[in-house]
């Protein structure tokens, strides 16, 4: 199927009946100028006309640059059927074109406006001629017209015969509260585009089935010659079709000619985010931030090995890239990936032994990323074989003006001791925990002289941390480091480390070496 299709994005006004979205006139332009310049939609809906004088500030800031920019006839409003209102309000503000709401099912008509069709055609024809008697193109809305194709479409047709030769450039069919299947889609459209062959239908649809998309590709096999999306599936109740998921449905499925550039989709993706307040899940098609992370180890051992667990939606498409997640299911081929990518080369030992510990960590911590990974690799490479002490249980509490207290378990050499603590925080209580067990063994801590703790760069609140502990052992400095989500344990583990150092030290009667 190649042939030309439009999407038109009503973010600006479908997708503001989100509950609790509401756009500054600021937010709008950029958001206009973003989705007709980088986006490159055939057209934006940007808000309906009367709603308020801040509103119409906004149509018309958006309206102003269009017409500078000559993508006036790309920028429409919701209009109603009350003559002369809406179109005053649109040309107002440097419109031009309306997308006039009418009644497209019988039971709206009698129940809502309590008119008949006649007497709801008188109005529509009357508005109509006011709106193109001021120069506005004209698009019409069949409000709920799938309930009203389904339950009286001798409404539909006589509707349609009275409008299809009064100058609308465009009939919209709205899928108002997402009732329909593909089928029904694909079924419907084709009899309206066989009944009106002249006419240009759009396909408007919602999401309350989750149907969305998928009604989007059958409204096109129908022969729809638009279909309407908001970015991030923004919309009344269950929202709208998905702008990203239907421009790439259609260009991949069908083959359709489309103006999107896929490049742009996470960037308006993230604007719309930001500006809405309303969250992208992870997991959304194309534009959620793990979709192109493999988790699974014989995932990234099928890529590896010829591009197995790859398919057209390639990441570099939408200017992202695939990743490999580090965790409990990580296998070689993940931890692979990720070195490549970090340009590290390790042994196949130094590997398992990495390997081991991401694993380790991953049943404690859901996501373990790239960036965390030179912290890991540094502290398996430094940790030495030896195991003199061995941390089995640790309890550490702190509280707003409250001393910390710790209370620890270990074993030394095969000897289990506790001991608890007390101290100001929580490093501070295990520290005077550990001398406890240690004056037990006849050994003591040198000075700490420095402590640093980081995070990757760009690292999260649920990043690893990486604990680096500067001694001075009666005039030679030490150094250790430990790693784990918490900062405070990742301290703990650098102390043990430089003990581990220590008891190795006397058992041999010489100095550890450094890895």
């Given at each position: 199927m190649s042939r030309q299709v439009e999407i038109m994005d009503t973010t600006l006004r479908d997708g503001e009946q989100t509950q609790g979205v509401s756009f500054s006139?600021?937010?709008?332009?950029?958001?206009?100028?973003a989705l007709l310049e980088r986006v490159r939609v055939d057209r934006i809906e940007v808000a309906s006309a009367r709603v308020s004088?801040?509103?119409?500030?906004?149509?018309?800031?958006?309206?102003?640059?269009?017409e500078e920019n000559g993508l006036a006839d790309r920028v429409e409003v919701l209009g109603f059927v009350d003559h002369t209102l809406s179109v005053d309000w649109i040309c107002d503000t440097g419109g031009r074109v309306v997308n006039l709401l009418t009644k497209g099912s019988e039971k709206h008509c009698r129940l809502q406006l309590r008119k008949t069709l006649d007497l709801h055609l008188a109005d529509i024809l009357r508005t109509v001629d006011y709106a193109l008697s001021r120069g506005l193109t004209v698009n019409v809305y069949l409000e709920d017209w799938s309930n009203g194709y389904r339950d009286s479409p001798d409404y539909v047709f006589a509707l349609m015969d009275r409008l299809q030769n009064i100058g609308v450039r465009r009939f919209m069919l709205p899928d108002t509260l997402g009732v329909m299947t593909p089928d029904e889609v694909e079924a419907a459209i084709g009899d309206m585009c066989r009944r009106y062959p002249e006419l240009h239908f759009d396909f408007h649809p919602h999401n309350d089935y989750g149907l969305g998309t998928a009604n989007c590709l059958y409204a096109v096999r129908g022969g729809a010659r638009g279909v309407h999306c908001t970015v991030?599936?923004?919309?009344?109740?269950?929202?709208?079709?998905s702008l990203a998921e239907v421009a790439v449905v259609l260009r991949d499925k069908l083959g359709v000619d489309l103006q999107v550039d896929e490049s742009q989709l996470v960037g308006i993706s993230d604007m719309v985010e930001r500006f809405s307040g309303k969250r992208v899940a992870a997991n959304a098609p194309i534009v959620g931030a793990d979709v192109f992370t493999q988790t699974a180890g014989i995932h990234a051992d099928g890529d590896h090995k010829g591009g197995l667990y790859q398919s057209p939606l390639r990441p570099e498409r939408f200017g992202r890239s695939h990743s490999y997640a580090l965790g409990k299911m990580s296998g070689k081929a993940s931890l692979r990936k990720n070195l490549e990518r970090l340009g590290i080369e390790l042994t196949e030992e130094q590997q398992r032994k990495v390997l081991?510990?991401?694993?380790?960590?991953?049943?404690?911590?859901q996501l373990i990323t790239t960036d965390d990974l030179p912290f890991i690799i540094a502290d398996v490479l430094e940790s030495e074989s030896y195991q003199h002490i061995r941390?089995?249980?640790?309890?550490i509490t702190s509280g707003l003006d409250l001393e910390s207290t710790a209370s620890i378990r270990v074993e030394v050499d095969g000897e289990i001791h506790t001991a608890a603590g007390a101290?100001?925080?929580?490093?501070?209580?295990?520290?005077?925990?550990?001398?406890q067990v240690l004056a037990r063994h006849d050994l003591r801590l040198p000075e700490l002289v420095d402590y640093e703790v980081r995070i990757p760069k760009g690292g999260h609140t649920?990043?690893?941390?990486?604990?680096?502990?500067?001694?001075?052992?009666?005039?030679?400095?030490?150094?250790?480091?430990?790693?784990?989500?918490?900062?405070?344990?990742?301290?703990?583990?650098a102390t043990l480390k430089l003990i581990n150092l220590l008891l190795e030290e006397r058992r041999t009667g010489h100095s550890a070496p450094r890895p």
């Open positions: 006139p600021d937010e709008k332009i950029n958001l206009a100028r004088a801040r509103e119409k500030e906004a149509v018309a800031k958006i309206n102003r640059w269009a991030n599936c923004l919309g009344e109740r269950a929202g709208n079709a081991a510990r991401i694993v380790e960590l991953g049943d404690s911590k941390l089995l249980g640790c309890a101290g100001n925080g929580g490093f501070d209580a295990f520290i005077d925990a550990i001398d649920s990043a690893l941390t990486e604990c680096i502990i500067t001694w001075d052992d009666d005039g030679r400095t030490r150094v250790t480091r430990g790693v784990h989500v918490n900062q405070v344990f990742a301290s703990v583990l």
